[in-house]
């Protein structure tokens, strides 16, 4: 790596932060297994702790591979009225056709414009039951057809998994996934009900982000033991289906999956520029946590134009 490029970065960065276009909290790269590269934004350090917002999505969807492995899901082409009983009293008898494989590649069918409004998103955090909330959406299109980004998809998996192993998930996550990586930051919200807040909710320092991708990286594997199936990993991580066919790639199973100058990668991505990158090719790990609710993309820039632009 070119660390003058890295040191211009970081300064790069500094000034950015002095105006209004975006600030960038924390940047942490690994390389190797290394740590690389570190940056914070003054009053934060490397204890921090940051909300990453839809990069929870990432981590729910590994924890469902890992239920899988144990036996507390059957397949991923359950129907979610398997798991979830009030699907059945829906009066649309259409949506217990939804399997968990149409929630992992957001492809329900549910009425559901999070990406392009804020109307349906303000409506389902103040509602008093949210699982209920998001049965009760219109199904405008037929399960697995049409891929629409749904924190309310995620939201119904954390559900899923909370009904199969008895645990809400951040129990589970914390006997299965945080504690084997010795994530200790990780806090996690849930709704009026206890459900763990699976698509947004997940609060943790940047290195700890990191270890995640590590591990991902890693095909699963966190010093000598296998966390998560290495299969569902490569499934996870190929896409499914083309997402909005924008810049942000295509969509596998939670991970966003794109290639950036000639380098695959897949990433976990959350609102406001929180980013996982995880770079096989490179042997990389890039965790970025910043705020620009108004140009989330500006955080990935960095990353694909400057530490990119860094291997030597």
Not at 55 to 67: E, F, N, Q, R, W
Not at 96 to 120: A, Q
Not at 152 to 181: F, I, M, W
Request: with cysteine.
């Amino acid at each position: 790596m070119d660390r003058a490029a890295l040191d211009a970065l970081h300064e790069f960065m500094r000034q950015d932060n002095a105006g209004s276009e975006s600030r960038v909290y924390s940047m942490v790269t690994v390389k190797d297994g290394v740590i690389i590269d570190e940056f914070y934004h003054d009053g934060y350090d490397a204890e921090s702790t940051f909300p990453f917002l839809s990069c929870s999505k990432s981590v729910t969807g590994t924890l469902i591979g890992i239920a899988i492995d144990h036996g507390y899901i059957n397949s991923i082409d359950d129907p979610i009225s398997k798991y979830i009983e009030k699907v059945n009293e829906q009066t649309d008898t259409r949506k217990r056709d939804i399997t968990i494989k149409d929630l992992l590649t957001n492809t329900s069918g549910l009425d559901w414009d999070e990406w392009n409004s804020y109307s349906v998103w303000n409506a389902f955090r103040s509602a008093p039951k949210w699982v209920d909330f998001i049965l009760g959406r219109d199904l405008v299109y037929a399960p697995g057809e049409h891929f629409t980004y749904s924190t309310g998809n995620t939201h119904l998996l954390s559900a899923v998994l909370q009904n199969a192993t008895g645990k809400n998930q951040l129990e589970y996550a914390k006997e299965v996934l945080l504690e084997p990586l010795g994530m200790e930051s990780v806090t996690w919200g849930a709704d009026p009900q206890g459900i763990t807040d699976g698509g947004n909710g997940i609060v943790m320092t940047a290195r700890d982000g990191a270890r995640f991708g590590q591990m991902c990286l890693q095909n699963g594997s966190w010093e000598g033991r296998q966390i998560v199936p290495e299969e569902w990993l490569k499934e996870s991580t190929s896409p499914k289906n083309g997402g909005y066919g924008d810049a942000n790639g295509s969509y596998g199973y939670q991970w966003w999956i794109q290639s950036y100058k000639g380098y695959d990668m897949y990433y976990a991505y959350g609102f406001g520029g929180q980013y996982i990158f995880v770079v096989p090719k490179l042997n990389m790990v890039n965790v970025i946590t910043s705020s620009n609710p108004d140009h989330s993309y500006r955080a990935r820039e960095y990353f694909t134009e400057y530490v990119l632009d860094a291997v030597e």
